[in-house]
């Protein structure tokens, strides 16, 4: 909150708004005390008189200061200003808070009532609100105040319905809280912000009404006057001596612009979530592009799909790079299935995003090779036929396929779109393959299929749309994060047959990163398991019950109840929590959490070692985790 | 004792039946694991029971009477799915747990009280200033299980209460609420979408399918021997190693 309200300060309009607010409170608080004499003392001898030294903007019909006029006049205004936004911001929180006090049905036909007085013309209120209470300072007070009750009231509806319908205020009805008290303590506070704002702005539009009732000689009565009670009194000699009404008119254009300028400073600056003012990154020769083990180390292997050697993905933090991948190598064969394993935080979607190329600024991606289908994807030059290269050959199915599609399009012509872009074709021939694909995906009746919204779709269907969406080219390797993680059981069966069938068919090979050890089990050949941005083994996912080596993974695989599951003893949990990418320890980054980590682990980080088989694994103590049961001995320390 | 019973309850959204007549019964002390797809009326249940959604027929009973909706004493707890929304950011982690006590407690009371459930479910005391941004997503749901421990229930209901976790947190997230059940006598009912985990923790099961209960017994006759075919599809369904 402070932080950001300094941020608030630093913007041009938040100054500037800042500024004549400070400057309107001033005169609010000490103009009537230093002026006031003056602006009452009565000088027959300059009645009317026009602007001199002696008189800013000269006198009126009772020969008193104009310019004092207006400045102690700045007390009345602000103050009914502010007591008129107060009625209106209580009327409508009580309005808006009806559904929470009164019960849903009450506040259903209150909030109907609201919405109906918001379609009336707010001035017109404010005329009929005076009527009823009379001519005079308080009668329009309630007058303005009231009038602004309903677009408060409509406002505050909006506002705690969106609170309301949060779990913990659903928690706190459960625990027998009272509605009053879940209003005050809940509902108010999480409210705050927007009310603040929308308050603050409203004053001003108050103040423009109050000085236009005045004006019309509803509101302040002679001799207590405000801004508008001497525009009135000016209008009369408007074109003798202009000043007179003119500048009772500018003070009311100043101090409204102080409150919305304010106002909307206060809504940009809640609106900003990120830290603006990033150090730059400090520039880092591209390590090793042609450097000689690489090139040497390149593989041979034609029917090597993707070749990844030492990726790093980097951001720029307030105190220094933040890498949330460091130094990832791994190969994709054709038609191979490989899965990556990891906590949230360990690197693995951007993985999958540095490899499709979808990293974006100010993210950077650096690795000694990064080739697919024999392409170097980090060549500097033009990145046009890479597009192509990776339109066509490449697949990437998203986990939220509710987010993956354009909401206002038919599914047709989005998984056209890619096709004619990719492969020219004509749009009527790439929305026939478009069909074609939904069947292909077994989505029934493809051609109505196509011609439907994306939210005509149910999540499996949406998560074969995109499948079918990544197979309008022919991939020769499919990206897929965290596939059916928004699915159920059931479906997740479906898409993941759906996957085996594609990669049998077509020969794709296939990434897929899940935070899942058993359905990647299920489906790949082999597993990566990362932590912390490395990858810290790599084995066969038939062994990933039996042949683990790393404590990590055994605590990943224990961790998670399967079928098989020993009902009897404890699962096994990972005490503490993962090493975020902007805090990685020296030495191993697991160690904090390892059962079996000694002082090498905190100091040395462990090198990832392959043994004959190809089985990988980056662990000082791996020789060692045979004789570690980790159902029991890390259950252990994590409830120390 | 403590028995929560359903009796053939049914909920209606406008003219859509979320709930049809479904009867279930968690026994005393015991563990009813409750599995269904999305959209199956798991949650709706739930809210059901403990009065967030109003019932278009039939009863729920705690030992044979209807659940308290007034006052302070409620003797059915519910722990949200998601601890990210749960939890009010704007509350310390004392100050939400303190709010479901049912009675009036003194200043040191209370304190004594908030310690006593954080370290039930293994949190450290000293978290109870900090608000819930600072906290881990696993320690957000032992948060939440402290708060609906507060109100001394009978009965507890879990409502998906792993499925936001990282597997790393699931377990010991599902340690601590067998642990915790065990140690009070609770009777639970705990919903997922995973027969893994709720064959893990539940002494029985009940299958849910577009608002009706369609298969329930215990979890070795269930899972051994399903009748329905929507159970075995489910059974079919499940990822990874299979016990022979």
Known sequence: MVRRSSRVLRTPVGVVGLTLLAIVVLLTVFAPILWQDRADAVDTLNILAGPSVEHLLGTDALGRDNFFRVLVATRLSILLAVCATAVSLVAGLLLGAAPILLGRRAGRLIGAVVNVLVAFPALLLVLFFAVIFGVGTTGAVLAVGLAGAPVFGRLCQTLVAGVESLDFVAAARISGVRRWRILVSHVLPNIAEPLIVNVTIGAGSMLLAFAGLSFLGLGVQSPAYDWGRLMQDGLSGIYTQPAAALAPGIAVILAGLAFNLTGEAFARGFGITRILGFPPVPAVASPGTPAEPAAADADPRPDTVLDVHNLHVSFPGATGPIRPVRGVSFRVGRGQALGVVGESGSGKSLTALAIAQLVEEPGQVRADRLHFAGQNLLDGSDPRPRGRLLGQNLAVVFQDPMTSFNPGHRMGPQLAEGARRHQGLSRKAALARAVDRLRAVKLGEPERRARQYPFEFSGGMRQRAMIGMGLMGSPRLIIADEPTTALDVTVQQQVLDLLAEIRARDDAALLMISHDVSVLAQVCDRVLVMYAGRVVEELPAAELWTGARHPYSRALVAAVPDMATDVDAPLASIPGRPAGPAEVPVGCAYAARCPLADDRCRTVEPELVADAAGHRVACWRADETGALDPAIKIDEVVTR | ?244
């Not at chain 2, 009070?184 to 705990?190: A, E, N, Q, T």
Request: glycine share 8%; with cysteine; hydrophobic share 40%.
């Open chain 2, 1 to 244: 004792m403590s028995e929560l019973v359903f009796d053939e309850v049914s909920v209606r959204y406008g003219t859509t039946k979320v709930l049809d007549r479904v009867s279930l019964t968690v026994p005393d002390g015991q563990v009813v694991g409750l599995v269904g797809e999305s959209g199956s009326g798991k949650s709706t249940l739930a809210r059901a029971a403990v009065g967030l959604v109003p019932l278009s027929g039939g009863r729920i009973l705690l030992d044979g009477a209807e659940l308290p909706r007034r006052g302070r004493r409620r003797p059915l707890q519910l722990v949200f799915q998601d601890p990210y929304s749960s939890l009010d950011p704007r509350m310390t982690i004392g100050h939400s747990v303190a709010e479901a006590i049912p009675h009036r407690l003194t200043r040191e009371a209370r304190a004594a009280e908030i310690t006593r459930l954080l370290e039930l479910v293994h949190l450290d005391p000293a978290c109870a200033d900090s608000l819930p941004s600072e906290l881990s997503g696993g320690q957000r749901q032992r948060v939440a299980l402290a708060r609906a421990l507060a109100g001394q229930p009978e009965v507890l209901i879990a409502d998906e209460i792993t499925s936001a976790l990282d597997v790393s947190v699931q377990g010991a997230v599902l340690n601590l609420v067998r642990e915790t059940q065990r140690e009070l006598g609770l009777s639970l009912l705990f919903i997922s979408h995973n027969l893994a985990v709720v064959r893990y923790v539940a002494s029985h099961v009940a299958v849910m399918l577009q608002g009706r209960v369609i298969e329930q017994g215990p979890v070795s006759e269930v899972l051994k021997r399903p009748v329905h075919d929507y159970t075995r599809q489910l059974l079919a369904a499940v990822p990874g190693r299979r016990s022979s």
